[in-house]
């Protein structure tokens, strides 16, 4: 059994275990690199947890999972650094994450949650298809120096 909390900035040390945990397991997955947040002061994740509504999911286990919503442009909200420990996969946790993510999006009044996908990550677009996400059409090269795409994928929200 999993819950799904909101982190808030006194959290900042696990949120930033569990983040760099992700970039470790799922280099392929993020845009940016373990090298790099590594590097980040404690005020970088505090600054982080300030901006982006972090959501960790816990097992008995302890951590499972991470997701978090940043404002976007318009009345639209972005979905971001979406991440299920293995050990913990292909039992419901990423769709615990989403649906929180879109209960906080419709809670606030965004009217849309938009996400990025790296191509070929099957596992992430169905995931993000059974929850109502659909590809917009929109593409973009990866990270420099990588021959890799990206696509987004959005969903309307509407106020519960
Ligand atoms: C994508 C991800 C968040 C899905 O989380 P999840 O909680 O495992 O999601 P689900 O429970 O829906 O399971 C996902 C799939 O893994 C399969 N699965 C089952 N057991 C599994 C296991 N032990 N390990 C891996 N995948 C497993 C499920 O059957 C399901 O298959 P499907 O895509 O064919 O339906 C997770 O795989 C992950 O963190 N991947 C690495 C980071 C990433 O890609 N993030 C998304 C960035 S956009």
Known sequence: MATVRLLEIGDWALYRSVRLASLAESPAA???SLAREEAFAP??????LAARNTFLAETADGPAGLAAVVPD????AELVGMWVA???R???IGDLLVRA????????GFAELRLWVFEGNRHAERL???HGFAR????ERGRPGKDEMQFEMARTVTAR
């Open 30 to 32: 993020f845009w940016s």
């Open 43 to 48: 005020s970088v994740w505090q600054d982080r």
């Open 73 to 76: 442009e318009g009345a639209a």
């Open 86 to 88: 293995p050990s913990a």
């Open 90 to 92: 292909g039992r419901g």
């Open 101 to 108: 993510a879109l209960e906080w999006t419709a809670d606030r």
């Open 128 to 130: 993000y298809a059974r």
């Open 136 to 139: 917009t059409g929109r593409a």
